[in-house]
């Protein structure tokens, strides 16, 4: 009786993945015409086979879209994967008890995958416990209902005894829903989830990984921690290198192509991103070279490797279809998904200039002990910075300083207008990182010299010819474009300051910076 309550819960879930609708008008209607219909329907139905499945050895099903065989688990394994199945979720706690002995089936072959342990529950009992609307008898012209020659599915189950049981399925019935079925050399009309027949890859689960949360030592989650990213493919012609980097503001500095912070709103969208991946299909499976190019990952359009909360992985995807999908290989999975195209756009369709900081280079001014500007190649300029204790500011464990500049005449110069600039300087904002042919010989040469030992910096602007525009180089390597009237207003404020006067420099800044620029800017005198 229990067994039979378990295979009555089953049929019910066939029903729900067989039509919703028609579960739903079920559920709505008058209690006494629910009653009638269920009566109804009962005497409708034929019950054509009502198989234990502690009888069956396996199920084979053969169709167009591949073929595999369903096998029985043994109770440990069975009660496992039940524990674990996604659709557990969606299963009440009675459900959970009814279960207790209910034989799991899983798909031969296809242990080293994620098997969605219900759905082939679903598949293996609705062919067990089959039932047909409409019994049409023997038939002698079996080519008419699509049952001879190449039909729809057959279904095999073998016994433990050794014997075993053939189902045909043929075309869809004229007459009512459902298919014309042949068992035992008879005809019936029965309605089998074309899940049943639409080959293994449908019984794998769509989720491809979760990254675990990054948890402290008192188990509490903290924020994620990306330790590197690699961005490559055809959408990428320079491959793009981001990695964690504590000294930075941002806490991220790009390496390749370019050396500059990161941590824009667009690296954080894409750190979400990469957390979760889930596809709408597993399409095939096979990484061999033609099965890559049929599905465009032989030269793929974007591959994002990276490390994140200490795990490691690898992500490959095709352009997008017309249908707005991309096929995905992750890591060293044998399997091709299909995803959404918006699922992965954060950092398959990104660039550069999303990636970076509008600025060149953000030392902050607390950090930098000299200052040196050199004009058009031989006026050199130098500013130094004395640390003064603040002990107004200061607290027991983290001190604060003033500091008081001087120029290279040993002639003090104000505070603040030594900010100013120095913020008009480091605010100077990248427009793009187009190449760019340029001069050799520098417009203006920026050192920033660093405290402890810190080494040095270099920012210099080179003069783009036949355009408004100068090239910036970090460290003697090209890091973007910049406004032709950014740089002439720092040369113009330079001797300016060196003489203590104020000049442009504040409205000149912000008539030339981004609202990001000047954030960041900002940000960096803290």
Known sequence: MKKNLKLLLLMLGVLVVLGGAAVALVLTAPQEEESSESSSSEAEEEAVLEVDPADVASITVESAEGNFTMVPLPPEESEEASSSSEADSDSSSGEDEDREDLIDFTLEGY????????????????????????????????????????VLATFTIHYTSGEEDVILLGDEAAETSGNYVLVNDTVYISTIPSQTY???????????????????????????????????GAHFPQAIHIETDPDRISGYRITAPVTAESGTSTLETIISALKTISASDVVDQGLDQETLAQYGLDAPDAVAAYTLNGESHTLTVSAANEYGYRYLIADDQDLIYMVNAESVESWAETDLM???????????????????????????????????????????????????IVNAGGEDIDYDLYQDFYQELIGTP????????????????????????????????????????????????????????????????????NENQGGETEESSASSQTEESSQESESSQS
């Open 198 to 232: 639409n080959g293994p890859l449908s019984y794998l689960d769509t989720k491809v990984y979760t990254v675990a949360d990054r948890t402290g030592e008192d188990g509490a989650s903290e924020e994620d921690e990306l330790t590197s990213l690699d961005l490559s």
């Open 430 to 497: 990248v427009l793009s990182v187009d190449p760019a042919e340029y001069e050799a010989q520098a417009a203006l040469t920026v050192e920033y010299s660093y405290y402890d030992n810190g080494g040095t910096d270099t920012v210099s602007f080179h003069q783009v010819p036949g355009k408004d525009r100068y090239a910036a180089l970090l460290n003697g390597e090209f890091n973007g474009l910049v406004r032709k009237d950014d740089v002439e207003s720092l040369l113009e404020a330079l001797p300016q300051l």
């Open 354 to 404: 999303d990636l970076r900081l509008s600025t060149i280079w953000l030392p902050n001014i607390q950090d930098v002990e000299t200052l040196t500007l050199t004009a058009e190649g031989d006026m050199v300029y130098a500013f130094s910075a004395t640390k003064v204790l603040n002990e107004e500011r200061s607290t027991e464990t983290v001190p604060a300083y003033d500091l008081e």
């Open 111 to 150: 242990e080293d995958y994620n098997v969605v342990t219900t759905r082939v529950d679903t598949s293996a009992y609705a062919i067990l416990g089959l039932s047909a609307t409409k019994n049409l008898g023997a038939q002698e012209d079996l080519s008419a209902f699509g049952l001879e020659g190449d």
